[in-house]
């Protein structure tokens, strides 16, 4: 059984940026799995951020695109998601998700705030 633990989310200005890490864990996570990063605002639906597949070809929604990379390391079994000129816009709780699967992380919270 794989699992996926997200970690890097905090509090950060305007402007600023982080790394979000999502480590995976589990036998099966060695054959590699397509990836994704999902965000929910309060009171919003859980919407795709970023994917990521096997041959790490990427895809991002419009939101964020030029702002966020989505990147994989195979032999630490964790993608990233760097995330660049904040806005509060971007204040949510991250979660990683094996695509097509149940397998989702916990969720790492972010807060744009001055």
């Known amino acids: 059984q794989v699992q996926l633990v997200e970690s890097g989310g905090g509090l950060v200005q305007p402007g600023g940026s982080l790394r979000l890490s999502c480590a995976a864990s589990g036998s099966r996570f060695s054959y590699g799995y397509d990836m994704e990063w999902y965000r929910q605002a309060p009171g919003k639906q859980r919407d795709l951020v970023a994917g990521i597949n096997t041959r790490s070809i990427t895809n991002y929604a419009d939101s964020v695109k030029g702002r966020f990379t989505i990147s994989r390391d195979n032999a630490k079994n964790t993608v990233y998601l760097q995330m660049e000129s904040l806005t509060p816009e971007d204040t949510a709780v991250y979660y990683c998700?094996?695509?097509?699967?149940?397998?989702w992380g916990k969720g790492t919270p972010v807060t744009v705030s001055s």
């Open positions: 998700r094996l695509t097509n699967t149940n397998v």
